[in-house]
């Protein structure tokens, strides 16, 4: 249950004789620090921005009444189509693959093996580090023309000198890669899934005669489609806010050719390097829309692949 269902809930029975009176005032406190934060922190910025959609504003003149033309500047700025499109392909090439090789490592670490807690943790560390500076600052360095990705292709037979991230063709690509190398956190979720499928499922298909693969295909992954849901919806909102890595490899510059240039830098150019906040506001706004869209989308489809214990 959600807390604002909790604090719903709260406020609808505050009146209803109870055997302890001070329990809705004492959850009520406990509450407190989140609803401050919610209200003062996300809402009300929220709704500040929405505001700011409708205007000009550079943070240094009072804001200007605008109505809908930062969104309709939106249809003819080839620079907001081009970051649609890098963020678009980023999404749905990184996370399916993020999410495959979350799932195979985390089978195979169902199965278990001396060191489990190391590995785990191991394999966990890449989503804690992914998105830092210094990371990003690492991969920029492998995928260089003097880097390591290039010296393992040297070892293979491979010669080549490319800079893989200073490519247009390329550069999103190895954004990927860092993307789809940080697949520890729904790793950790699947494993978690996996431990609660019952063994016994698993010994009756093998005694009529099932292989593992028909195994994963008919248990594992029905079993697991709650899990698999999950993940795909909160790795297609966490990709959407992608920022660090383009903004460090790129320079802030969402280049070369606007390769790198994901939704997120564009928005943070248009608001902070050209102080255009109600056109970077209106970005923000639709990107909620697009995210909101896409994720009622997840849910009316999973109706026909998610399967439920009931």
Same mark, same amino acid.
Request: aromatic share 14%; charged share 10%.
């Given at each position: 249950?959600?807390?604002?269902?909790?604090?719903?809930?709260?406020?609808?029975?505050?009146?209803?004789?109870?055997?302890?009176?001070?329990?809705?005032?004492?959850?009520?406190? #406990?509450? @407190?620090?989140? /609803?401050?934060? $919610?209200?003062?922190?996300? *809402?009300?910025?929220?709704?500040?921005?929405?505001? !700011?959609?409708?205007?000009?504003?550079?943070?240094?003149?009072?804001?200007?009444?605008?109505?809908?033309?930062?969104?309709?500047?939106?249809?003819?700025?080839?620079?907001?189509?081009?970051?649609?499109?890098?963020?678009?392909?980023?999404?749905?090439?990184?996370?399916?693959?993020?999410?495959?090789?979350?799932?195979?490592?985390?089978?195979?670490?169902?199965?278990?093996?001396?060191?489990?807690?190391?590995?785990?943790?191991?394999?966990?560390?890449?989503?804690?580090?992914?998105?830092?500076?210094?990371?990003?600052?690492?991969?920029?360095?492998? #995928?260089? @023309?003097?880097? /390591?990705?290039? $010296?393992?292709?040297?070892? *293979?037979?491979?010669?080549?000198?490319?800079?893989? !991230?200073?490519?247009?063709?390329?550069?999103?690509?190895?954004?990927?890669?860092?993307?789809?190398?940080?697949?520890?956190?729904?790793?950790?979720?699947?494993?978690?899934?996996?431990?609660?499928?019952?063994?016994?499922?698993?010994?009756?298909?093998?005694?009529?005669?099932?292989?593992?693969?028909?195994?994963?295909?008919?248990?594992?992954?029905?079993?697991?489609?709650?899990?698999?849901?999950?993940?795909?919806?909160?790795?297609?909102?966490?990709?959407?806010?992608?920022?660090?890595?383009?903004?460090?490899?790129?320079?802030?510059?969402?280049?070369?050719?606007?390769?790198? /240039?994901?939704?997120?830098?564009?928005?943070?150019?248009?608001?902070?390097?050209?102080?255009?906040?109600?056109?970077?506001?209106?970005?923000?706004?639709?990107?909620?829309?697009?995210?909101?869209?896409?994720?009622?989308?997840?849910?009316?489809?999973?109706?026909?692949?998610?399967?439920?214990?009931?």
């Amino acid at each position: 249950m959600s807390s604002f269902t909790e604090f719903g809930s709260l406020v609808k029975n505050r009146h209803k004789p109870k055997d302890k009176p001070t329990d809705t005032k004492v959850a009520l406190g #406990f509450l @407190a620090p989140w /609803l401050i934060g $919610a209200v003062f922190l996300s *809402l009300i910025p929220m709704l500040y921005s929405l505001g !700011i959609s409708f205007t000009k504003y550079n943070m240094i003149k009072p804001p200007q009444f605008v109505g809908l033309m930062n969104y309709r500047h939106m249809l003819a700025d080839p620079r907001f189509i081009s970051s649609l499109q890098v963020t678009l392909t980023y999404v749905i090439v990184s996370v399916p693959l993020q999410l495959i090789a979350a799932l195979a490592l985390a089978v195979l670490l169902d199965r278990g093996m001396r060191g489990l807690a190391f590995y785990r943790s191991a394999f966990y560390l890449p989503s804690m580090l992914g998105g830092s500076v210094a990371v990003a600052v690492l991969w920029k360095m492998v #995928f260089g @023309a003097d880097g /390591l990705f290039n $010296a393992f292709l040297g070892i *293979l037979g491979i010669d080549t000198s490319m800079s893989w !991230i200073a490519n247009p063709d390329t550069a999103n690509w190895t954004l990927m890669a860092l993307h789809v190398w940080q697949f520890g956190s729904p790793m950790v979720i699947f494993l978690a899934g996996l431990r609660q499928i019952p063994r016994e499922l698993y010994e009756a298909a093998s005694v009529d005669g099932a292989g593992k693969w028909r195994q994963f295909r008919s248990i594992t992954l029905p079993m697991l489609s709650p899990i698999i849901f999950f993940n795909l919806v909160m790795s297609v909102i966490n990709s959407f806010q992608t920022f660090t890595q383009a903004y460090v490899v790129s320079g802030g510059t969402g280049g070369p050719s606007d390769s790198t /240039l994901f939704y997120t830098l564009y928005l943070y150019q248009q608001g902070f390097a050209s102080l255009r906040m109600g056109y970077a506001s209106a970005l923000a706004w639709i990107m909620v829309l697009i995210v909101a869209l896409l994720t009622g989308i997840n849910f009316a489809l999973s109706k026909f692949w998610v399967h439920y214990d009931d």
